[in-house]
């Protein structure tokens, strides 16, 4: 596989990149701002980003991988939400909010998502969701035609959502035997 690792200073802005060959890994001292990165469904994407990660491209996915990791400072806005394709998801704002929404035509493995901001997740199909903390922020998590379920690990003692206020719908939301925790 052809793996691509790459660290930067400064804002760094990235207008098209395939490669179904191998990995991404991007260290970035400043924004990021994204038109399209696709490494294919087999490989994954690593994002580490002191600034802002910025969406240029409007109709397309911005990151399409199988996992997807993000840490940022601020992810997305309203205006300019984050489109992503993955099977799987970890995610990191270390100031501010994050906005993504999910592509993808399968359900979305949330591993987790931490935010000192707000939180916007959208997708049109399921989540399998482990745990989104954001203490104190508001959360809006939809999945459009699809199930919101509890998928954290064995043992797992943190709630699946801690938000100051939350916004949720799915068609089902946990089951019976093991019910979505709030805190």
């Not at 939400?81 to 993955?86: G, V």
């Not at 998801?89 to 999910?102: A, F, N």
């Not at 946990?174 to 925790?181: R, Y």
Request: proline share 2%; with cysteine.
């Amino acid at each position: 596989h052809g793996m691509i690792y790459v660290k930067n200073s400064g804002n760094l802005r990235l207008t098209a990149n395939t490669n179904s060959n191998g990995d991404l890994a991007l260290i970035n001292n400043g924004d990021l701002t994204l038109q399209q990165v696709d490494v294919g469904s087999d490989n994954n994407i690593s994002l580490d980003i002191t600034g802002v990660l910025k969406d240029v491209n409007t109709t397309h996915g911005n990151l399409i991988a199988d996992k997807l990791e993000i840490r940022a400072g601020e992810i997305g806005n309203a205006s300019e939400i984050i489109k992503i394709n993955a099977k799987e998801l970890t995610v990191e704002s270390t100031h501010g909010p994050i906005y993504l929404h999910q592509n993808g035509s399968c359900d979305v493995k949330i591993i987790s998502i931490k935010s000192v901001g707000s939180v916007y997740f959208e997708t049109s199909h399921g989540i399998n969701l482990g745990t989104i903390e954001a203490p104190g922020q508001s959360v809006i998590i939809k999945a459009l035609t699809g199930d919101i379920l509890d998928t954290r690990d064995p043992g797992e003692t943190r709630a699946n959502i801690k938000s100051y206020s939350l916004d949720i719908s799915a068609i089902n939301l946990g089951t019976a035997t093991k019910p979505l925790e709030l805190d």
